[in-house]
């Protein structure tokens, strides 16, 4: 990837992981899984709940900040620069996100509000299954695409929005215009093929969890990667990892197949560990995993890319 920048937006989070006993969902009527926007006080209440308290730890997530850690580690080549923009606050947890982002070698282009910095905090029950409920404060006030500092999309290969972004049409549509090709993610099977018919987007990728991904692009060409069998710590920022994966193999010249198999053994390594941060160690080793695996497993075929650019 010589010569690559890639810049990502969204919500730039401080997670609060905690593990909880299954009752603490019904305790407080939450449907396991899925994400809910909470207001401060409602936040405040949550993390008052003992099993949280004696759990709980903090660490710097965000959809698509999770997403450029995984990639900026996996490009690892000083040709290649991941950026990412969001909106935090006047705090110390802003100074989290920005040493947590350098961590990975990942360019914070942080803009800030007198508001606090968002935060999530995620209820993984002994299923590993994480049951978000967000305070976005900050986060929530980059709304306009005329914030974004001068210069940050020169040359960008690729601009990432994050999908929460889309609860923000407008910005979303800016960026988009900003950026060019759009490919859409969802976890419901027959909404992305619904989105494909509709010419909406180009390439369809589809996240099946334990059964892997599919993607299929409007030319036709269509690849499915295979999930190995993995031992769950959670699966908070497994779709992030997955993400950057997919990619990480369009943007390295791999063929669908190529980026499907590394998108579910990024989204893998992920759900080994505990919460959104493989941490850079384990992530390294999968750089160096992906390279013996991709020769013999769908690095072959034509680039994603140029089946992504046939309109």
């Known amino acids: 990837m010589v010569g690559t920048k890639v810049v990502l937006f969204g919500d730039p989070i401080v ?19 899925g994400c809910s926007l909470v207001s401060s006080e409602e936040l405040e209440g949550l993390l008052s709940i003992p099993s949280v308290q004696a759990t709980a730890r903090r660490a710097l997530g965000g959809s ?92 960008a290969r690729l601009v990432h929005c994050e999908g929460y972004c889309l609860y923000r049409g407008g910005f979303a549509e800016g960026m988009a215009q900003l950026g060019g090709d759009t490919v859409a993610d969802h976890s419901d099977p027959l909404q992305a093929v619904l989105a494909f018919l509709s010419g909406r987007c180009r390439l369809a990728v589809v996240s099946l969890g334990e059964d892997g991904c599919v993607m299929r692009a409007r030319s ?45 053994e990024a989204g893998g390594v992920a759900v080994e560990a505990a919460g959104a941060e493989p941490g850079v160690a384990a992530l390294t080793a999968l750089r160096a995993s992906l390279a013996g695996l991709l020769p013999e497993h769908g690095s072959t075929g034509r680039c994603a890319l140029d089946v992504l650019n046939e309109r």
């Not at 609060?16 to 939450?30: E, K, N, Q, T, Y």
């Open 15 to 33: 997670d609060i992981v905690a593990h909880v006993p299954a009752s603490v969902l019904d305790d407080i009527g939450a449907e396991p899984g």
């Open 64 to 155: 698509a900040a999770n997403v450029a850690k995984t990639l900026a580690v996996l490009s690892g080549d000083g040709d290649t620069s991941v950026c990412f923009c969001g909106m935090v606050g006047e705090d110390a947890e802003a100074q989290l996100v920005s040493s947590g982002l350098k961590e990975y070698d990942v360019l914070p282009a942080l803009l800030s509000t007198p508001q606090p910095t968002a935060a999530c905090l995620c209820l993984v029950t002994p299923d590993g299954q994480r049951t978000m409920r967000t305070c976005l404060a900050a986060a929530a006030q980059l709304q306009d695409p005329a914030l974004v500092p001068g210069g940050l999309l020169e040359g």
């Open 220 to 264: 036709g060409d269509e690849a499915r990667g295979r999930a190995r069998p993995r031992q769950v710590a959670d699966t908070v920022g497994a779709g992030d990892a997955f993400t950057a994966g997919v990619l990480w193999g369009m943007l390295g010249g791999h063929s669908l197949a190529g980026a499907a198999l590394a998108g579910c």
